[in-house]
């Protein structure tokens, strides 16, 4: 079965701060996903890739950087945390596009003050 | 553009009675169409998912979903539920041009005993 893992859990900053969310999957899978998850709002895509080295950018990108070292780790950057980005946060992993099962890490709740 | 709209926010029934969860889509083309669920504290899972053949597709815990291009409705059905289905559903169409997943903003399903 699938494993995606992320970390944190739970991340508290404040406006203006630094942070990194990490996200491994262990079942070889092609692409890997970042969403954000806000009440009213299902899960948003704010960058994706299909591949070690690439990116590719979501429905909502601004204020986020991310980057695939491997075909295992997928992190997302936030260089200069706002408020606004307080969210909970999702990575996903598929095989490939389209009919593809995805696979959803626990989350990381992200609370910038 | 595609959309998902999942039209009731929050449904409540009763244990051991039927269930049905609304999904309206709009796409253009021929539609991959998914049903997750979110139990608290945890990430997405799949249930069930459909491309074609038999528009009455089955899934896990009794779940089945029902395909109409007619209405652009992909809606989740189950005879009977049990107070572990209390969750969040989500309603997701993939998006074959753009290789992405829309989210409809899901349903927050309650069963009361």
């Known amino acids: 079965e699938a494993a995606v893992t992320q970390s944190p859990r739970n991340k508290v900053t404040v406006t203006g701060g630094n942070v990194t969310l990490s996200c491994r999957q262990t079942n070889s899978h092609n692409y890997m996903y970042w969403y954000r998850q806000d009440t009213g709002h299902g899960l948003r895509l704010i960058h994706y890739?299909?591949?070690?080295?690439?990116?590719q950018i979501g429905d909502v990108p601004d204020g986020y950087k991310a980057t695939r070292t491997t075909q295992e780790d997928f992190f997302l950057l936030l260089e200069l945390a706002s408020p606004s980005q307080t969210s909970l946060y999702f990575c996903?992993?598929?095989?490939?596009?389209?009919?593809?099962?995805?696979?959803f890490g626990p989350g990381t709740r992200l609370t910038v003050l | 553009a595609q959309s998902v709209t999942q039209p009731d926010a929050r449904v409540t029934v009763s244990e051991g009675a039927s269930l049905q969860l609304r999904c309206k889509y709009s796409y253009s083309g021929t539609p991959y169409l998914f049903w997750y669920v979110q139990y608290p504290r945890q990430g997405l899972q799949l249930l069930l998912k459909?491309?074609?053949?038999?528009?009455v597709v089955q899934g896990v815990n009794g779940f089945e979903a029902e395909f109409s291009k007619s209405n652009s409705s992909f809606h989740l059905r189950k005879a009977s539920v049990h107070w572990s289905d209390s969750a969040v559903y989500f309603c997701?169409?993939?998006?074959?041009?753009?290789?992405?997943?829309?989210f409809g903003a899901g349903t927050r399903l309650k069963v009361i005993a």
């Open positions: 997701v169409l993939s998006d074959t041009g753009n290789y992405k997943y829309v």
């Open positions: 459909y491309y074609s053949g038999d528009p």
């Open positions: 890739s299909y591949g070690a080295g690439n990116l």
């Open positions: 996903a992993s598929s095989e490939r596009q389209n009919y593809a099962e995805q696979f």
